[in-house]
């Protein structure tokens, strides 16, 4: 099983509508976990951490659920500006690259 | 400086070439990564650099791949004798301390690499 696991779409979502996609992780020692955003030809940029209580970012929200060991996404009000591939980290204690994981990403296209 | 540093953007080598990717970090980020992401794959960690501490190597593919890191700033990745497979879009990473909880990574714009 992979260490962190996504869908890598690609989603196809119209403008205004609701997305969201999730991340699975397979180290139950886990500690800390993140979504970055990827634009096409671009590096990763940290999108938000995301909270054991859940944690809320303008139209982005981020859920942890450590019993079932996935984290979510959730974007309200898709705008055209919200393409681009999602990348889930996650952060292991002991792992190498200071136990960080990606996942490979989830490629959203938002259309008009 | 303000933000991750890498040169040079792009390189175009011949196979059997050594090339040299330099990263500077954010000033005073004391943890350095290095990746490499090739088309439509994710992220593959290659090295991982704290402090003083001896460097995690762990993701160098071959031995035909060395970093070294100076004065706890600039970082150089190496890579000699390229081949066709090294083609790829090289990431430079830093944070302000490694092994933290919610401290993510700033990246730089990458080196993207091709081998011909």
């Known amino acids: 099983r992979k260490e962190v696991e996504q869908d890598p779409g690609p989603f196809n979502v119209p403008e205004g509508a609701t997305v969201a996609f999730n991340c699975t992780y397979s180290n139950s020692a886990s500690q800390s976990f993140f979504w970055y955003r990827q634009d096409c030809r671009k590096e990763p940029k940290l999108l938000m951490s995301v909270y054991s209580s859940g944690n809320e970012d303008g139209r982005f929200t981020a859920q942890l659920n450590r019993a079932s060991q996935y984290i979510s996404l959730l974007i309200r009000d898709s705008k055209l500006s919200d393409s681009a591939t999602y990348l889930c980290?996650?952060?292991?204690?002991?792992?190498?690259?200071?136990?960080?994981?990606f996942g490979k990403g989830t490629h959203l296209i938002i259309q008009p | 400086g303000a933000g991750v540093s890498q040169s040079p953007s792009n390189k175009v080598t011949e196979k059997g070439k050594d090339v040299e990717l330099r990263c500077d970090p954010i000033?005073?980020?004391?943890?350095l990564y290095w990746y490499r992401q090739s088309l439509g794959q994710g992220l593959e960690f290659l090295i991982y650099f704290q402090g003083n501490s001896a460097p995690d190597k762990s993701g160098l593919p071959s031995d035909r791949f060395s970093a070294e890191r100076t004065g706890g700033s600039v970082s150089t990745l190496t890579i000699q004798r390229t081949q066709q497979e090294d083609s790829a879009v090289y990431l430079c990473a830093s944070s302000p301390r490694g092994g933290g909880t919610n401290y993510g990574y700033t990246f730089g714009s990458g080196t993207r690499l091709t081998v011909v």
């Open positions: 000033s005073g980020h004391t943890a």
């Open positions: 980290v996650v952060r292991t204690v002991g792992g190498g690259a200071d136990g960080l994981t």
